[in-house]
Nanobody
């Protein structure tokens, strides 16, 4: 059984940075793709970034130049470093097992979700 625990969100001002963490259990990071998704109020859940089992990084337009995905296999944790946050980044952020190529296409299939972590960017 796979399990995800997201953390690291909070209330910040525009231009601030946050690092989100995704603690994973029940699967091997080097044998799966793990993606970050977000859901803003009234909007569909969308993919933000993804890292493959081999460590290749993928980013959608929303994360371009500002976000960085990484992982620590020893800690079974995937991270999303977010810089220069903007109000439009406000959302609940989730991590999940997925397929990175599908995340880029907006067609990712996810079987289960964690509770997510809230990111709010406001003055």
């Amino acid at each position: 059984q796979s399990q995800f625990v997201e953390s690291g969100g909070g209330l910040v001002q525009p231009g601030a940075s946050l690092r989100l963490s995704c603690g994973a259990s029940g699967f091997a990071l080097d044998k799966n793709h793990v993606g970050w998704f977000r859901e803003a109020p009234g909007k569909v859940r969308e993919g933000v970034s993804c890292i493959s089992g081999s460590g290749t990084e993928y980013y959608t337009y929303a994360a371009k130049d500002r976000f960085t995905i990484s992982r620590d296999n020893d800690k079974n944790t995937v991270y999303l470093k977010m810089n220069n946050l903007k109000p439009e980044d406000t959302a609940v952020y989730y991590c999940a097992i997925t397929v990175c190529a599908d995340v880029l296409q907006g067609t990712a299939i996810v079987d289960s979700w964690g509770r997510g972590t809230q990111v709010t960017v406001s003055s």
